[in-house]
């Protein structure tokens, strides 16, 4: 079955510097990794995507790293600002089941 | 555009009871999919349904269930709700079958508060 996992529950950063989220999972299949960002009442919003076939993309202030040996990527977030204060959640698309498989989330903090 | 749109935001039920919750897709997109998110937690996929057919399932009893409407609207129907069903409902919409990644993206609603008491 696949597993998503974000080990972290919460993380506070400072305003300007760097916001490191990390994600591991399971599923040794070609897939597709989603990171989502979530604000109080309101649903997940699309921040930012790679494909497994990928080491790195990149958005803006958001880069998404895959590490495809140790089933592990991460979302980089520089500078980082209070508006980045969210809920992140990692997803991995199952490509043929149709469905988003989402980790636990991890709540950011950014303080000025 | 309008996003995605859900209601109610907020019900509150008793054991026992059924509920339905509605889900309006992004203008033009034809698949839908819902998820429950409990708190503490990430989101949950529940059903995908696209062109009005069901397309995927997931770990989820029979008490759950859900259509899709010609117009690509959507209602998710559960039975004899149980205290664990409490969550926030989400739905989601992409343009085409969620499953072609560099092509579509799931959009969500705010999502629908349930609570069972």
């Known amino acids: 079955d696949q597993q998503v996992k974000q080990n972290s529950p919460s993380l506070s950063v400072q305003e300007g510097r760097i916001s490191i989220l990390n994600c591991d999972y399971t599923n040794s299949m070609f897939d597709y990794f989603l990171w989502y960002k979530k604000y109080p009442a309101e649903g997940p919003t699309f921040l930012i995507s790679i494909s497994s076939i990928k080491d790195k993309n990149e958005d803006g202030r958001f880069t998404v790293f895959l590490n495809k040996s140790a089933k592990h990527l991460s979302l980089h977030i520089v500078p980082s600002q209070p508006g980045d204060s969210a809920v992140y959640f990692c997803?991995?698309?199952?490509?043929?089941?149709?469905?988003?498989?989402f980790g636990q989330g991890t709540r950011l903090t950014i303080n000025p | 555009d309008a996003g995605v749109t859900q209601s109610p935001t907020h019900l509150i039920k008793t054991r026992g009871q059924h509920v339905t919750l509605r889900c309006s897709p992004i203008s033009g997109h034809k698949s839908v999919s819902w998820y429950q998110q409990v708190l503490g937690q990430g989101p949950q996929f529940i059903f995908q349904y696209y062109e009005k057919e069901e397309r995927g399932r997931g770990n989820f009893p029979d008490r759950f269930s859900a259509r899709q409407f010609p117009n690509y609207s959507s209602e998710l129907n559960v039975n004899a709700l149980l205290l664990g069903d409490s969550a926030l409902y989400l739905c989601?919409?992409?343009?085409?079958?969620?499953?072609?990644?560099?092509?579509?993206?799931?959009?969500f609603g705010p999502g629908t508060r349930l609570t069972v008491l």
């Open positions: 989601a919409s992409s343009l085409d079958l969620a499953g072609a990644p560099s092509t579509d993206t799931q959009y």
């Open positions: 997803a991995e698309l199952i490509q043929g089941a149709q469905k988003l498989v």
